[in-house]
């Protein structure tokens, strides 16, 4: 009795204190030049004022944007260790949504994948929650179940559903995947339909609980297990060459992973879930330079992101109406977002003066989830 009493006390002060640090956290991250941009003449024009403010070069003027933190770059252990909590969260029984927003090469997959000796926050929130489940597991049962999904133009697509034709990739958890030979994957849903696999539908529980129905989910015993389960998802990602970069992600990657916890003392049972996502780049049509197909997918990435801006901004400002309904990748995340969830957006920037608009808009779309009025500052004549 004695430690069910201090548990529910731990469980009470740690959300808590998650909560203080408020529901929705914004967290920016600026990497360094390229070589590209150094050798085309570039220089930085945003900069880390202090820990939680950057500030940006517009002309003779900087504006200053406040953040709960900013990462210049930072290192990978530190831009995890600020969000390291949010895994016991889950383990509470709460829902837990990581998103990484930003340009192209602006650092959103090495954010949350990392490189090879350089893990980014996905495998280490994995490592993480199963360092949890050990450190528990005399008292409770645990059971993790992994999906993976893309979100392509308005088409959900199982990621560890293996199709013909799909193109070899050299891939590792960290998530570097680079093509080695074959054309890329392009089918449909309604070709996956044609071929015998089954449609991916959305659907919400009367308990809200957002379901996705024929999504493959896995019981992963080990942090090896899903891990693994990354690589042979990150293989499929749907990747095009634009004017940003040549290999860019075409569409929103989502990795689900829902925990199961069983008080073996009392049979007591909660569920949680974490969504990672990694988002397809929110640079404007112009500066992307897509045409075709690539043009008519950068329309659905901007259509998709402005609603998820819609939703959040509708939550953090007490509307009576939250506009789920407007995208899939907002029906999604529909349990993720709102009520007692939690979630933290990482707003990666260039500091090149060649994407001073994009670095712009960024920032502005964070500070939109944020919503802290009077957080945005012009400072003149520098």
Do not use: W
């Amino acid at each position: 009795k004695k430690l069910r009493v201090a548990d529910a006390r731990r469980k009470k002060l740690h959300n808590a204190e998650e909560d203080l640090k408020g529901a929705i956290r914004v967290f920016c991250r600026v990497r360094p030049l390229s070589q590209k941009e150094i050798n085309q003449g570039d220089y930085e024009v945003v900069t880390a004022i202090d820990a939680t403010t950057a500030a940006v070069k517009v002309g003779r003027n900087q504006e200053q944007f406040s953040f709960d933190a900013v990462f210049s770059p930072g290192s990978q252990e530190e831009v995890f260790e600020d969000c390291r909590n949010l895994v016991r969260s889950v383990l509470d029984g709460y829902n837990v949504t990581l998103f990484a927003y930003g340009q192209t090469g602006a650092g959103k997959t090495y954010t949350m994948y990392g490189s090879l000796d350089q893990e980014g926050t996905a495998p280490r929130t994995i490592q993480e929650l199963y360092s949890l489940i050990h450190r528990d597991r005399e008292r409770y049962d645990h059971t993790v179940y992994g999906s993976m999904v893309e979100l392509y133009r308005n088409d959900l697509k199982d990621l560890l559903v293996e199709r013909s034709g799909t193109p070899r990739r050299r891939s590792t958890a960290t998530g570097n995947a680079t093509q080695v030979g074959g054309s890329l994957n392009r089918r449909s849903s309604a070709e996956d339909a044609v071929a015998g696999l089954p449609r991916l539908a959305v659907k919400t529980e009367k308990s809200g609980e957002v379901m996705i129905d024929n999504l493959t989910e896995e019981a992963c015993a080990s942090s090896a297990d899903l891990i693994q389960l990354l690589e042979r998802g990150l293989v499929q990602r749907r990747v095009a060459s634009t004017a940003m970069n040549a290999e860019s992600s075409r569409s929103h990657l989502l990795l689900l992973v829902k925990v199961v916890r069983i008080n073996k003392a009392n049979g007591e049972k909660v569920h949680g879930k974490m969504m990672m996502c990694d988002l397809a780049g929110s640079e404007r049509l112009k500066k992307s330079e897509a045409t075709g197909d690539t043009l008519r997918e950068a329309i659905e990435i901007n259509r998709s992101l402005t609603a998820v801006g819609d939703v959040i901004e509708a939550l953090t400002t007490g509307q009576r109406h939250v506009p789920y309904k407007n995208h899939k990748l907002t029906q999604v995340l529909q349990d993720s977002l709102g009520g007692t969830s939690k979630t933290l957006m990482f707003v990666n920037c260039s500091p090149s003066c060649s994407n001073l608009e994009e670095t712009l808009n960024a920032m502005k779309y964070a500070m939109r989830v944020k919503n802290v009025p009077g957080r945005r500052q012009v400072v003149k004549k520098l």
